[in-house]
C-alpha cells in the first residue's frame, strides 16, 4: 500500500469521543482507522455512492467489532448530498477521492457545511499517476490546486502531512465568524448561521443575517 491510513489518521490527531465524515469512504480503509481512533464514544460517518461498497463497511465493522461506525449513502457533489446535518462533526476525511470529484466547488462547500465551527479536514489524494495504479495523469489534482480550491471554500490551512509514496496530505481548519452586528433579510448569500452566530458557507437560497463579522481562528 502506497499510503497508509493508520499512520495518515495518527498524524491527523483524531481525539476520543470526535464524530468524523469519511467522504468518498470507498473500501473503508479510513473509515475503519478513525474508527479505532475515535474509540467507543465517538462516530465515523462512511458515506459513499456505492451501496455494495456501504455493505461491505457494515459487514466489516460487525465482524471487526466496531459498533461506532454508520454507513451512509450520499451524493457527496451536491450541496446536502451527505445528508448529514449542518455543523454535526468535529472532522472530515477526504482521502483517495477528489481526483474523483467532478463538482469539486459543491463538494468543498459540502464538507465545509457539515463541519463544526473550527472543525478540520484531512486531504489525502495522489501527487502522481503511478505505474496505471490510481489516476490517470489527466485526472491527478496537484497539492497547490486542492490548497486554493479549500481556501477559496473558507479554510484555512494549517500543516502538511507525510501521507506516502505518490501522495500528498494537507490539513485544514474551517474559518467560523462571530456576528457582531446584523440584520434580517432574504436572498442568495454565501453564509448561513446556527443559533449561537458562528457562520460558515452553504452557498444555497436561505434566510440569513447579514453581518459586519471578525474571524475567529
Not at 489518521?9 to 468518498?24: K, R, T, Y
Not at 475503519?32 to 474509540?39: H, L, P, Q, T
Not at 494537507?170 to 433579510?185: A, E, M, T
Request: charged share 25%.
Amino acid at each position: 500500500m502506497f499510503s497508509d491510513p493508520k499512520k495518515n489518521i495518527e498524524q491527523f490527531g483524531l481525539q476520543s469521543g470526535s464524530v468524523v465524515a469519511d467522504i468518498g469512504s470507498g473500501a473503508g480503509f479510513y473509515t475503519f482507522a478513525a474508527a479505532r481512533a475515535v474509540g467507543r464514544l465517538g462516530r465515523v460517518y462512511a458515506i459513499d455512492v456505492l451501496k455494495e461498497m456501504l455493505q461491505k463497511i457494515k459487514n466489516e465493522a460487525e465482524r471487526s467489532g466496531l459498533g461506532n461506525i454508520e454507513a451512509l449513502w450520499g451524493n457527496i457533489e451536491k450541496i446536502g448530498g451527505s445528508r448529514l446535518s449542518d455543523a454535526s462533526v468535529d472532522a472530515a476525511l477526504v482521502c483517495d477521492t477528489l481526483f474523483q470529484i467532478v463538482n469539486k466547488g459543491a463538494f468543498s462547500l459540502e464538507v465545509k457545511r457539515i463541519l463544526k465551527p473550527l472543525g478540520r479536514v484531512l486531504i489525502v489524494d495522489w501527487s502522481e499517476s503511478f505505474g496505471g495504479i490510481g489516476p490517470q495523469p489527466e485526472h491527478v489534482f496537484a497539492s497547490d490546486v486542492a490548497r486554493s480550491l479549500f481556501e477559496k471554500a473558507g479554510f484555512k490551512f494549517e500543516r502538511e502531512i507525510s501521507a506516502g509514496t505518490h501522495h500528498y496530505g494537507l490539513i485544514f481548519r474551517i474559518i467560523s465568524y462571530i456576528c457582531i452586528n446584523f440584520s434580517y433579510h432574504y436572498e442568495d448569500y454565501p453564509f448561513s448561521s446556527n443559533r449561537s452566530g458562528d457562520f460558515w458557507g452553504s452557498a444555497c437560497r436561505r434566510h440569513y443575517y447579514s453581518c459586519h463579522y471578525s474571524k475567529r481562528r
